[in-house]
C-alpha cells in the first residue's frame, strides 16, 4: 500500500470544501448509497479543487501531465441516502516527487459520513512517471502553515 496519510475527522483540517447532492441512480435497493458512487463524489471534490487553485485539469493537462490514480481507500461511517447534499473536505496530504496524496472528510448535516484517501501518481503524455508539479507541492506546504 501506498497511502500513508490518515484522514483527519475534523473539518477545520481541510483547506477546501465541496457541495454534492447524491443522485437517486447512486443508490442501491436499500436506499442508501451505492460504495461505488462515492468515487466520483472524490473526483469532483478534486476536479473543483484543482480549478478552485487556478490550475483547471484541463490546464494540467495541455501542460503534458496527467494524474492517475494508484490508490483509494474508503471508510464508510454513515449511509447518505438519495438527495443528501455532503460537503466533501479535501486536503492535499502528502507529496513526493512523483506521487502525492488527497485527504478526504465526507459531512451531511454535521455527521461524518466517510473518510478517504486517494494516491497519485504524476505521469506524462505517455504515461510514464513525471515529477509532481511544484505549484502542488507548494500548496500542501502552505497547508501545513
Keep these: 500500500m501506498r497511502t500513508s496519510v490518515t484522514p483527519s475527522r475534523d473539518p477545520a483540517d481541510y483547506s477546501f470544501a465541496h457541495d ?3 443522485r437517486f441512480a447512486e443508490t442501491d435497493a436499500m436506499g442508501v448509497v ?3 458512487a462515492y468515487l466520483p463524489y472524490l473526483e469532483e471534490a478534486r476536479v473543483a479543487f484543482l480549478r478552485d ?3 483547471p ?3 494540467i493537462r495541455q501542460e503534458g501531465i496527467d494524474f492517475s490514480v494508484l490508490e ?9 441516502r438519495f438527495d443528501d447534499v455532503a460537503t466533501v473536505h479535501l486536503a492535499v496530504a502528502a507529496t513526493t516527487r512523483a506521487t502525492f496524496q488527497i485527504a478526504y472528510l465526507v459531512v451531511h448535516n454535521g455527521e ?3 473518510t478517504a484517501v486517494t494516491v ?3 505521469v506524462d503524455r505517455e504515461g510514464r512517471a513525471a515529477r509532481t508539479p511544484e ?5 500542501m506546504a502552505d497547508q501545513v502553515r
Design 53 to 55: 487553485i487556478g490550475h
Design 57 to 59: 485539469y484541463e490546464l
Design 34 to 36: 451505492h460504495h461505488a
Design 112 to 114: 461524518l459520513a466517510a
Design 120 to 122: 497519485h501518481g504524476s
Design 72 to 80: 483509494c481507500t474508503i471508510s464508510y461511517l454513515r449511509a447518505l
Design 20 to 22: 454534492v447532492r447524491v
Design 135 to 139: 505549484w502542488l507541492r507548494q500548496v
